[in-house]
């Protein structure tokens, strides 16, 4: 899957009220991105943020054995998200 292709399911997820923990669940265990800067990015280019708004999901992995959890991931970039469907 190229990055376009990417965008536009991260886009999609986000109109359809998926979390962001999905999403990256998404780019790990679908798509087997394992390079947090590539995550980070993903994400920077689909929702139009700064890579500094993002560097939370540095701090998450899907197994839990980051120092942020879902509800935490959650809590920091869903407002980004709602801001990105609202404009």
Not at 21 to 46: H, P, W
Request: net charge negative; proline share 2%; aromatic share 8%.
């Amino acid at each position: 899957m190229d990055k376009q292709q990417i965008i536009q399911q991260l886009q999609s997820m986000a109109k359809d009220g998926k979390k962001p923990s999905e999403m990256l669940r998404y780019l790990v265990l679908d798509l087997g991105e394992e390079q947090q800067l590539e995550l980070m990015l993903s994400f920077t280019d689909a929702f139009d943020v700064k890579l500094g708004e993002v560097t939370a999901i540095g701090g998450w992995w899907h197994d839990d054995s980051a120092e942020l959890n879902d509800a935490d991931i959650d809590a920091y970039i869903s407002p980004l998200l709602e801001n990105w469907i609202s404009s």
